[in-house]
């Protein structure tokens, strides 16, 4: 703990800060606390002790309330940097800020965070003009012009760049890996090509990483244990990265060296998440208490109130009165009164002066103009509109103004004669597009108000979006609006007799004035007549105003204070104003100043921004005088009257003295409500604050203004913040403004495009998250950019003590603008959470951020099998076991003899039935190319066993190795092998396109299998010993390759019969989904018994015809294709799944065709037609195919049923006359093949009729089985998993459900592992490479408790039985099995088991672009990886999506987002991902990822 040290003698430290510091010493050890933690809470105990911490005052530190001594500190000396006038406004700017900033930067100097891995291609964006004027440009830019037209594929040539020479030092002596290109630097530190981003093929991830190697208790170089299987300890053994195959012979040739976790050593991916492991330096947990109550319901931390927090410890505030309005001084009657007594005594006097964008005067409206044309525009209004021979509009109604920022004048007569006509004038931005940021919630506003009208004028009208009629276009959300042109020619003068009625300034609204949330909807705000009178004089006592001075006007004067003083003021007091547009502020930022100057204007009203700008532009200008000038307003804020400060939340209590609250005005000229809603309109129009003893202050209500401050001395009235900038994380609040001044703080220059940062907050797992997002700057690098996105992190960290949940860049001029040019907040927002950002690069951080997770889950010791029965039998559950119907008794001793062995059956059918039609194979066009009746095939296995014998000298018992494409000739060749007594292996052959990953999994299985020979098709003989195939295999080992393409029609000698139905019949070798490679072992008696239950489960007989659209190289698959036409004698229409790659209705079309009334498939199959057909059912009918012949759908799988697939297939092709529940799932696995099969044929299901679910779906709460668990739940109840009964259970099989470590039976409706006893059991492995240990009782477990004599096989798949109420066909109730997942694929994860499905369905939900996704798990970092199905440019746009909702539904965080280009994610023929061949690949940098996110 040396480094912890602090020189601290000098002052001794008091006893109960010293006991505080050795409990924060306890907590650290024990690993209750990060480091990280306890160093914060370390530096907040001695921050009074500690006078200096690296030359800044104790009082510069952010949350150091109390004051150090009073100590002089030199300040750095400021750089005078000359800023161009493209910076930004810095409203948010302060020295004494930017300081305290730096000094947080220079503690953590020695910090740096793994960078993101990002293709080249992803990096192409277009570039933006070098200069641009202040702030931002026009709304009316086009936001999309920085996306390319179509996807860039990257090469190999765009992988290759340079990488940053302090990245590369980090990583000393880590080895590149084979895929990866080398990287070269310039000495001087530079690097040689600019953004520098992805250098491998593959992750690009070959960007080496800076770590916390001297911080870290991990050892860089041994790997964490793998949590995918949590039983790494027993893989001591070498494994190559093969593409498919991960388990592999000792010895077996491979070049990559790998630790004994099986991770690679040259992996740069892995060094990567390692240093993120470090990084993230998690604590330690302690064991919970012994009696742990294990319940699921996963509770998430609530943040508990920070103890040294600062209290109020002022006395309460009263109410601070404003000066009272001055008595005496005569006031017109109404604002109408003060225009036309201007607009007649003074018709000359200047009223308002709009300038051009070059700062000329483009035209002055004088009283005399304002009043006539507001009359004649209130005239045309009330008489000149008509509907249906009605008067259009009377008196009340609302009228929506449309005029742009450029255009005062005619806004001023619209105002104005909507006031005289009675009308209510709804001011709002002008629609440059139809797709305008909060256009939308504009809409709302209008029709909301009841809006049929809207005034513009003839230039605004002709720029405004139409359609193709030439009329106005209907905005998005907008109610249908009559547009009206107000310019002279357009209105009709009034006659001499005609006066507008003559009004008082009464409680009826005068105008409504749009506001918008910090959500984005927009509400409208009335101000009453009265209330407008008020205002006015309020803000001429208080701002001093005389008749006939001069104003200069930079803000927006459709609303706020630029509509107060520029428009209704002035006229009260026969001011004249200059209204400098924002357009001319962006060329000109000095544009005010000199009109202050020119027009000798005695007051201007500004915003902040506007100041900074001309201090900017100023240098330089010598001849501008201000003497003028008596009065600056800054408008940020507003003109409170009787004011108080009260409580945010809850009870608007006062505030004390040094507490900041919400600021609430009590005064006659605020707004009156929000048009149209009551409910939110009494909360904030209608507020009376309470004293803490609940007394009200007042009997008249406040308004709350959304303002956060405080009154300090002399009365004063301090804004520190908006309501709408507020972010509440965990228990304390943070101001959005202040998070981007810290931001600012940080370089913004280098990085930040003119300064634009919108920061706002998400709510995630129920706490607000913090998003940064800037504009990045065209010129900036990738590096440079990275590294000032963790120093905002670290500084936001520091002087906020808030962590970021994600930072984003994007491309300059990209956020949406709102009406003067500022990032307009809300729309940010939105376009974050639906994936619309677009940003170039990310940063994530919910390592840091997500503080309230549930506690991990601590195992306890397992209540044992005993105690297990017997808590079911009390609880009144019986022992989940099952059994399918008894095997009835053959006929006779002879038939049973026959059919014990299939080569004696194919005899048997060849002489009692030679020409009945067993096999028709399709090609892609439907035709048959090859058929083979029951002689035909007998006598092709002749020819294929004298073959054998005779050319490859093979004995009894041989291996053989058949490598044919799916056909009658795999068919042939199989029997062929049982007649000459070897034994067969089905391989599936190598990929022609694709050898280097096929081949050596050929190879591979050939020599596991010891298989003396292998028989192929010529085609494929002479692949298997091509020079393409030598690259990537020793094609000198193969054993005999033998082709039967031409071999000899010779009759065998004897047709080889077993000994015993015991001896081996074939080998079933296949390759798990978590990439183990394993042989199992069938018996002339399993085959035979699996071939006889087939037959009974689905009543096969040789009338039937089946079409099966599956691979034949193992499993059910093999079985079907086979093994059980030879044994039942029915028709079997063959149809290789490859054929449908080229002709997706092959499949659908032969089932027609052949009017087939069972038919099995898989998963890929089902999904193949399902996307490739759903448009196509129109031409489908019209072909003729018809789908109402079918009984049964089968689908062949090892895994959960996928029945959103199902229904969705279901659904689509029910057009066709596919029967609603002809769909059914079966399972087997490697054990047992075939344990369900078929539908249930229940005896109720007729009486139920459709209605209401599927009887054999049940709804399980997700959350309750990460804890093993099945609470069963009704349908669209949060957390629920629709689960369907995997089929019936085949005759002769009995499944029992048991403890996966106790192995104790279990209850009905628990989870456990499927057991299976059964004839067809396979009777053992052959070999599995890797994993014997694992393997070891897979084929003889017996139960720990209760019947401990039945050997049972272990499946592997967790699941449960559920006794439902419906009944059989014998009448008993029927047991349903429900599959849940593989238990080698489960991930271990805070002490929970989740199902990598479970996860993936919810990341694919997240965004359209998803076109699939996988998980899997690494160092226990969760990583997803995500095929985008769209542009590149939008892969980032995932990054927080995919981390949000496995947050939200899981309860995870996700350590690395890999997204990938489609087709990427390895799937098996059966359709099932291959997520840890997926792993191997990302480790090795094979996958060549668009991008590569590490969150922190």
Not at 239 to 267: C, I, K, W
Request: proline share 7%; with cysteine; net charge neutral.
């Amino acid at each position: 703990m040396a480094d912890r040290g602090c020189p601290l003698e000098a002052a001794p430290l008091p006893a109960e800060v010293r006991e505080s510091l050795a409990e924060l010493e306890l907590e650290l050890s024990e690993g209750d606390i990060t480091q990280k933690g306890y160093e914060k809470k370390r530096a907040k105990l001695l921050a009074r002790y500690v006078p200096l911490i690296q030359g800044v005052d104790p009082s510069l530190q952010a949350e150091s309330r109390i004051p150090g001594p009073s100590q002089t500190t030199a300040s750095a000396p400021q750089q005078q940097k000359s800023r161009s006038t493209n910076s930004r406004d810095e409203r948010f700017r302060s020295d004494v800020h930017t300081e305290a900033v730096q000094a947080a930067l220079a503690r953590y100097k020695e910090r740096k965070m793994p960078m993101p891995s990002k293709r080249r291609s992803v990096l192409v964006h277009s570039s933006v003009e070098t200069y641009t004027p202040p702030d931002t440009s026009s709304a009316s830019e086009d936001e999309g012009s920085f996306r390319r037209p179509g996807r860039l594929t990257s090469t190999l040539l765009q992988s290759h760049s340079s990488v940053e020479p302090w990245l590369d030092r980090v990583i000393q002596g880590s080895s590149t890996s084979s895929s990866a290109s080398s990287t070269s630097s310039h000495p001087g530190g530079r690097p040689t090509t600019a953004p520098s981003a992805a250098a491998t093929p593959g992750a690009a991830a070959a960007i080496a990483l800076t770590g916390l190697a001297a911080h870290t208790h991990i050892d860089l170089h041994s790997a964490p244990p793998d949590v995918t299987t949590g039983l790494m300890e027993h893989s001591h053994y070498e494994r190559p990265q093969v593409a498919s195959v991960r388990g592999v012979p000792r010895g077996y040739s491979g070049s990559v060296l790998e630790t004994a976790d099986g991770v690679p050593v040259n992996s740069r991916v892995s060094s990567k998440i390692q240093q993120l492991l470090n990084t993230l330096k998690r604590p330690k947990r302690p064991p919970l208490k012994e009696f742990f109550v294990d319940d699921f319901e996963e509770l998430l931390g609530v943040p508990q109130p920070d103890p040294n927090q600062p209290k109020p410890e002022g006395n309460q505030m009263g109410v601070l009165k404003g000066e009272p309005l001055a008595l005496g001084t005569p006031w017109p009657p109404s604002l109408l009164a003060a225009l036309q007594r201007w607009g007649t005594t003074q018709p000359k006097a200047p009223c308002l002066t709009a300038l051009d964008t070059t700062g000329k005067a483009m035209c002055t409206l004088t009283y005399g103009k304002l009043w006539s044309r507001s009359l004649k525009l209130a005239y045309t209004l009330l008489n000149k509109l008509t509907s249906k021979n009605e008067p259009l509009l009377k008196p009340g109604d609302r009228v929506a103004l449309v005029f742009p920022n450029s255009d005062p004048v005619m806004f001023m007569v619209a105002f104005y004669g909507c006031l005289l006509a009675e009308l209510v004038p709804v001011p709002i931005e002008v629609p440059l597009t139809r797709k305008d940021a909060g256009s939308q919630q504009v809409g709302f506003l209008l029709g909301s108000c009841g809006v049929a009208l809207a005034l513009t004028t003839d230039a605004c009208q002709k720029g405004l979006p139409k359609a193709q009629t030439g009329e106005v276009a209907t905005f998005k959300g907008w109610p249908p609006l009559t547009w009206l042109v107000i310019d002279g020619k357009h209105l009709a003068k009034p006659p001499k007799d005609w006066h507008p009625l003559a009004q008082d300034a009464g409680a009826r609204t005068a105008y409504i004035e749009y506001k918008t949330s910090k959500e984005g909807s927009t509400v409208g705000v009335t101000v009453s007549h009265a209330s407008l009178l008020a205002q006015c004089r309020a803000l001429t006592q208080a701002c001093g105003y005389s008749e006939a001075e001069t104003l200069t006007n930079v803000l927006d004067f459709k609303r706020d204070a630029g509509l107060w003083h520029g428009v209704l003021t002035s006229v009260v007091n026969r001011m004249h104003v200059v209204s400098v547009p924002y357009a001319l502020m962006k060329v000109n930022p000095l544009s005010w100043i000199q009109k202050v100057c020119s027009y000798k204007a005695q007051a201007a009203l500004v915003k902040s921004r506007d100041m900074h700008w001309s201090l900017l532009a100023q240098r330089g200008q010598r001849d501008i005088s201000l003497s003028s000038l008596r009065m600056l307003i800054v408008a940020d804020g507003a003109n409170p009257s009787n004011v108080c400060v009260v409580k945010v939340e809850g009870t608007p209590y006062l505030c004390k003295t040094d507490e900041v609250g919400e600021i609430c005005v009590n005064s006659s000229a605020t707004g009156t409500a929000y048009y149209g809603l009551l409910g939110i309109t009494k909360n904030i129009f209608e507020t009376v604050p309470v004293t803490a003893e609940g007394v009200p202050v007042s009997d008249r209500p406040f308004t709350r203004t959304g303002l956060l401050g405080f009154i300090g001395p002399d009365n004063l009235v301090f804004i520190v913040g908006k309501l709408d900038g507020l972010m509440v994380v965990g228990v304390r609040r943070h101001n959005a403004d202040d998070v981007v001044a810290t931001a600012l703080a940080v370089e913004p220059m280098k990085f930040v495009y003119r300064g634009r940062i919108a920061v706002f907050s998400v709510t995630v797992l129920h706490d607000d998250r913090i998003v940064l997002v800037a504009e990045q700057r065209p010129d900036a690098s990738e590096e440079d950019s990275f590294q000032w996105m963790s120093r905002v992190l670290q500084a936001v960290d520091s002087i906020h003590q808030v962590g970021v949940y994600c930072l984003a860049l994007v491309p300059a001029n990209t956020l949406p603008k709102a009406p003067l040019g500022g990032i307009h907040i809300s729309e940010t927002k939105q376009r974050f959470l639906e994936g619309m950002l677009h940003p170039c690069n990310v940063l994530m951080c919910p390592h840091t951020c997500v503080t309230n997770l549930p506690k991990p889950r601590q195992k306890q010791p397992e209540v044992g099998p005993a105690s297990m029965i017997v808590g079911n039998l009390v609880a009144g559950k019986r022992i989940a076991q099952a059994s399918g119907r008894e095997l009835a008794h053959l006929e006779d001793s002879d038939q049973a003899r026959k059919f014990l062995f299939l080569a004696d059956v194919l005899q048997w059918r060849a002489h009692t039935t030679p020409d009945h039609p067993l096999f028709l194979l399709l090609n892609a066009k439907g035709t048959v190319t090859s058929t083979a009746t029951c002689v035909q095939l007998h006598k092709r296995a002749e020819r294929v066993a004298a073959a054998l014998t005779e050319k490859g000298r093979l004995s009894v018992g041989d291996h053989v190795a058949l490598v044919y494409p799916p056909g009658v000739d795999l068919i042939a060749a199989f029997y062929g092998c049982l007649y000459c007594g070897c034994v067969p292996v089905t391989v599936r052959p190598p990929h022609p396109q694709n050898l280097g990953t096929t081949l050596p999994t050929v190879k591979m299985i050939v020599e596991v299998s010891k298989s003396a020979c292998v028989l192929t098709t010529q085609t494929i003989a002479r692949l298997l010993k091509s020079r393409e195939a030598a690259a990537a295999v020793d094609v000198r080992t193969w054993p005999t390759v033998l082709d039967t393409d031409d071999i000899p029609k010779k009759k065998v000698a004897g047709i080889f019969r077993p000994p015993s139905p015991d001896v081996l019949a074939y080998l079933d070798f296949s390759v798990s989904t978590t990439g183990i490679l394993a042989g199992v072992k069938m018996s002339h008696a399993a085959t035979s018994a699996l071939c006889r239950s087939i037959k009974l489960q689905c009543e096969l007989y040789p009338s039937r015809q089946i079409a099966i659209c599956l691979d034949p190289y193992c499993g059910l698959g093999f079985a079907l294709w086979c093994l059980c036409s030879v044994y039942s004698g029915h028709q079997s229409v063959l149809v290789p799944p490859l054929e449908l790659e080229s002709n997706v209705s092959l499949w659908l079309s032969a089932v027609s065709q052949y009017k087939a009334r069972v038919t099995f498939c898989s998963y890929s199959v089902m999904e193949m037609c399902t996307k490739g057909l759903g448009a196509q059912t129109g031409v489908l009918r019209m072909k003729g195919v018809n789908l109402s012949c079918v009984r049964t759908c089968m689908v062949v799988a090892e895994e959960r049923p996928r029945i959103t697939l199902t229904q969705s297939f279901s659904k689509l092709f029910k057009d066709l006359g596919l029967p609603a529940r002809a769909v059914s799932t079966t399972f087997g696995c490697r054990v047992n093949v075939a344990i369900c099969l078929q539908p249930n044929r229940l005896g109720k299901l007729a009486e139920q009729g459709t209605a209401g679910p599927d009887p054999t779906t049940v709804y399980v709460d997700m959350r309750a089985l990460r804890h093993d668990r099945v609470r069963l739940v009704e349908r669209g109840s949060p957390h629920s998993l629709p689960l369907m009964e995997s089929g019936k259970i085949l005759p002769g099989v009995k499944v029992i459900i048991a403890h996966t470590e106790t192995k104790g039976p279990l209850g009905d409706s628990h989870l456990g592992e499927i057991w299976v006893s059964s004839p067809h059991n396979a009777t053992g492995y052959y070999t599995v490479y890797g994993e014997e240990a694992l393997h070891a009782d897979h084929f003889s477990a017996r139960l720990s408790f209760g019947d401990t004599q039945t050997i049972w096989a272990r499946t592997g798949y967790l699941g449960f039985l559920r006794r439902t109420e419906l009944t059989d066909a014998s009448g008993e109730r029927h047991d349903a099995l429900y599959v849940v997942g593989s238990l080698d694929e489960t991930l271990e994860l805070r002490g929970m088991r989740y199902h990598p499905i479970d996860i993936e369905t919810s990341v694919i939900r997240a965004h359209r672009s998803i076109a699939e996704c996988a998980v899997f798990t690494w160092t226990n970092l969760l990583v997803v990886v995500v095929e985008l199905d769209g542009l590149e440019q939008d892969a980032l746009d995932l990054v927080a999506l995919v981390t949000n909702v496995v947050l939200e539904e899981h309860y995870l965080v996700v350590g690395v987002v890999v997204i990938v280009d489609p087709g990427v994610i390895p799937i098996n023929s059966r359709g099932e991902k291959q997520r840890m061949h997926l792993r191997d690949g990302f480790l090795a940098d094979q996958l060549d990822p668009i991008y590569v996110a590490y969150n922190m």
